[in-house]
């Protein structure tokens, strides 16, 4: 399994980022997919959910309204459009195979929000 996230980067509050997943080493497609992240001294949290056809999306409560999960099937890719960001949403960004943590994750992507 192999899983590659990309998109992170400092942003000012209010402004929006995509971050993206490429997966391979197994079947994307049969897959309930994630992500979690990892504010500076904190443990992990879970943000959102998607399952393996897109009919089904799940957010954390503090997200909900400002970031949509989406995948692609066809390019084995995962996405999470994060809209309205706030310096709250500062953390290491993780792309997870499963539902909730996930059971493999890739190395992540820093999302920094500031101004």
């Known amino acids: 399994v192999q899983l590659v996230e990309s998109g992170g980067g400092l942003v000012q509050p209010g402004g929006s980022l995509r971050l993206s997943c490429a997966a391979s080493?197994?079947?994307?497609?049969?897959?309930?997919m994630s992500w979690v992240r990892q504010a500076p001294g904190k443990g992990l949290e879970w943000v959102s959910s998607i399952n393996s056809n897109s009919d089904t999306t799940y957010y954390r409560e503090s997200v909900k309204g400002r970031f949509t999960v989406s995948r692609d099937n066809a390019k084995q890719t995962l996405y999470l459009r994060m809209n309205t960001l706030k310096p709250d949403d500062t953390a290491l960004y993780y792309c997870a195979k499963g539902g909730g943590f996930g059971t493999e994750r890739g190395r992540g992507t820093q999302v920094t929000v500031s101004s």
């Open positions: 080493g197994f079947t994307f497609r049969n897959s309930t």
